[in-house]
């Protein structure tokens, strides 16, 4: 075999056989296909597409490139994945709530991408923590804690950490065939039983429309069904930030604030409900609304909250840290309020925007070697829906200088709109997939 016959197939929609795909995501893997081809292959497949069997072919080529996991545990291997939002911190949640519930959870996560903040970032807000694991770390986390949240390690779906480089780089990133064969390939070679799949759609998601949204989560639950992993979706509102707050420590805050029993808002709802549906699928409960009850039990009684504190010691963290996690976590050295420039109901928030502005912050990153600034961010986000009068608080802003803090204010001010007359309702979760 050779790269461009393959690339030449894809181009003129030909067929390409399973074995032709495993062939080319391990010379990616070793280096022996290029970045022109790599970027050519991306490319062929953004314009034409692959059936159902080719982008499962990919997704387990992919897989496949690096190790696979095995585990002997005495629980299901279950994980959860969302497709990226604003104040979406329901991992931090769910790992150590579903790992009380009797399931373990090696979840691997990413860092920040676009607007939208990555979950290694916001547990490495925590002082000492390190999400860069190798496989026998990784293994002693799991059997301290139940659950371990790191990054793909250079094992991981090697040939996927390439093909991802280039695609940032020659306008790849949207592929459906693309983004379903790059979540799935890091997932299934974490050894997964079942996944859970959150899928965002609105102003603060990558999927703006329903329309879109729907469409990748059925590529993802269909391709993880057929690649052996029970898979099963939700499509859920991003039109705001999931918690009320947006930035790396202070999305560690509110996720704290659920575990520690403030099963309440959206966040705590999501995680609910996302959690049921896992357990559903982990053979943990016979309903979705008996699992969710079960995600809420272990949070109110302070075990998924324990989890969670096991999860951060034995990855270098404090060891008291859910004692008084707010002593650990820093904070921005200037805060100040984003205020409402006349009454009205907060009718409208540009999700998008309000994550660039974190980002502009230093609570993300421009270019993928600046540092992030733990600490700067967004909190007390006023709801969609709010009556608010002139001059009241819409949010806060965290930041690291008062120059900062006056270019967020402008940009979040743009960001909100508010109106004479009250919202309809949005659902929180607009439909299940699978």
């Known amino acids: 075999m050779d790269a ?158 390439r093909l991802y480089a280039v695609r940032d780089v020659t306008g790849t990133v949207e592929s459906l065939d693309l983004i379903t064969a790059s979540i799935l390939s890091k997932k299934l070679a974490a050894g997964l039983e079942g996944l859970v799949l959150d899928v965002k759609t609105g102003s603060g998601a990558f999927m703006k429309t329903p329309d879109q949204a729907r469409r990748l989560a059925r590529a993802l639950v269909d391709t993880s069904n057929a690649a052996g992993c029970t898979c099963a979706a939700v499509i859920s509102d991003m039109n705001q930030p999931l918690a009320p707050a947006v930035g790396n420590a202070l999305e560690v805050d509110a996720a704290m604030q659920v575990l520690t029993g403030k099963v309440t808002g959206r966040l705590g709802d999501l995680s609910a409900a996302l959690g049921g549906l896992a357990l559903v699928n982990a053979g943990l409960a016979d309903d979705v609304a008996a699992g969710a009850a079960r995600v809420i039990e272990a949070i109110t009684s302070g075990r998924a909250a324990e989890q969670f504190g096991r999860m951060i010691a034995a990855l270098g963290g404090p060891v008291k840290f859910t004692d008084r996690w707010a002593r650990f976590l820093p904070e921005a050295t200037v805060i100040r309020e984003v205020t409402a420039p006349h009454a009205g109901f907060v009718s409208e928030m540009d ?10 912050l230093g609570g993300g990153r421009q270019v993928e070697t600046d540092r992030v600034d733990p600490a700067v961010g967004l909190s007390d986000v006023v709801p969609l829906g709010t009556w608010v009068e002139a001059g009241a608080p819409l949010m806060r802003v965290h930041a690291a200088r008062v120059d900062h803090a006056q270019a967020a204010d402008a940009a979040l001010r743009r960001a909100v709109k508010l109106a004479d007359l009250p919202l309809e309702d949005r659902p929180l979760i607009y439909e299940q997939v699978g």
């Open 351 to 360: 999700g998008e925007a309000m994550g660039l502005a974190v980002i502009g």
């Open 4 to 161: 461009r016959s393959i690339i030449a197939a894809l181009r003129d929609r030909q067929p390409v056989t399973p074995e032709a795909l495993h062939w080319f995501a391990a010379r990616l893997a070793d280096g022996h296909v290029s970045d022109a081809q790599a970027g050519a292959f991306a490319m062929a497949v953004l314009l034409n597409g692959l059936p159902p069997d080719g982008r499962v072919a990919l997704t387990l080529a992919m897989r496949d490139s690096g190790e696979c996991l095995a585990w002997d545990l005495p629980g299901p291997v279950i994980d959860k994945h969302s497709t990226g939002g604003v104040g979406d911190c329901v991992s931090l949640i769910l790992a150590p709530a579903l790992a009380a519930c009797g399931a373990y959870v090696p979840m691997i996560s990413g860092r920040g991408l676009g607007h939208t903040g990555g979950t290694l970032d916001k547990l490495e807000a925590i002082p000492g923590v390190r999400t860069e694991v190798d496989l026998p770390r990784l293994r002693d986390v799991m059997a301290q804690a139940g659950c371990a949240i790191v990054s793909a390690t250079g094992q991981i779906a090697p040939a996927d950490k």
